[in-house]
């Protein structure tokens, strides 16, 4: 069975800082993929990333990196210099290679950053 | 490049209805999934169509339901429905072929059963 924990329900910070959104994944394989969306109150899922199991090199997008430590079966969102723009629910999801595509989600983190 | 687009937006219906949303996926995709996203219980995976067969299913019932058109096109077809029904229903679509392709999803249609 495959499970992904986002721990941190709810995370407020003020304008400019930096934040980590964690992400603890659970699963039996030995090929899987992670991804991070975002959910702003629109509603609409935007795909942010995906990493594979087997690529640990940590990743940077802008003010967005990415921390995949498969040791402790972990992948974490940090945001630097935050801004408003930023609010929104985060996900963390994960998917097997077995070819039946479902994506597991972890229960989200609300971010909101304050001005 | 179009998105996902997904229709309607909002629908309200009362308990025992039907309801049909629908999905086109971005130009060039063939899979479609669909999500609900319910309060309290996160976004769980519904179903898979991919080259017009359902590939897979979550752990949802038989009353849920679907189909993928001949356009990739899909839709979701919710029958006798119940209070617990009203959520966000999400749809995705990607390439399909290997599992690492991401899935890009479309707005959502919320629906409130009455």
């Known amino acids: 069975a495959q499970k992904v924990t986002q721990a941190q329900t709810e995370i407020s910070v003020v304008e400019k800082e930096d934040v980590t959104l964690d992400c603890v994944y659970e699963t039996r394989d030995t090929t899987y993929y992670l991804f991070w969306y975002k959910q702003p109150p629109s509603g609409e899922l935007v795909f942010l990333i995906r990493?594979?199991?087997?690529?640990?090199q940590n990743e940077i997008s802008g003010r967005y990196s990415w921390n995949f430590q498969k040791s402790t079966s972990s992948f974490n969102f940090t945001i630097t210099a935050s801004q408003v723009v930023d609010s929104a629910v985060y996900f963390c999801a994960l998917k097997n290679n077995f070819g039946n595509e479902k994506l597991t989600f972890g229960t989200g983190t609300r971010l909101t950053i304050i001005p | 490049e179009a998105g996902v687009t997904q229709s309607p937006t909002h629908l309200i219906k009362t308990r025992g209805q039907q309801a049909t949303l629908r999905c086109s996926p971005i130009?060039?995709?063939?899979?479609v999934y669909w999500y609900q996203q319910a309060l309290g219980l996160g976004l769980q995976f519904l179903l898979w169509?991919?080259?017009?067969?359902?590939?897979n299913r979550g752990n949802f019932p038989p009353r849920f339901s679907g189909r993928q058109f001949p356009n990739y096109s899909s839709e979701l077809n919710v029958n006798a429905l119940e209070l617990e029904d009203s959520a966000l229903y999400l749809c995705?679509?990607?390439?399909?072929?290997?599992?690492?392709?991401?899935?890009?999803f479309g707005p959502g249609t919320r629906l409130t059963v009455l």
């Open positions: 990493r594979n199991s087997f690529d640990e």
């Open positions: 995705a679509s990607s390439t399909g072929g290997p599992s690492q392709n991401e899935q890009f």
């Open positions: 130009s060039g995709h063939t899979s």
């Open positions: 169509y991919d080259e017009g067969e359902e590939r």
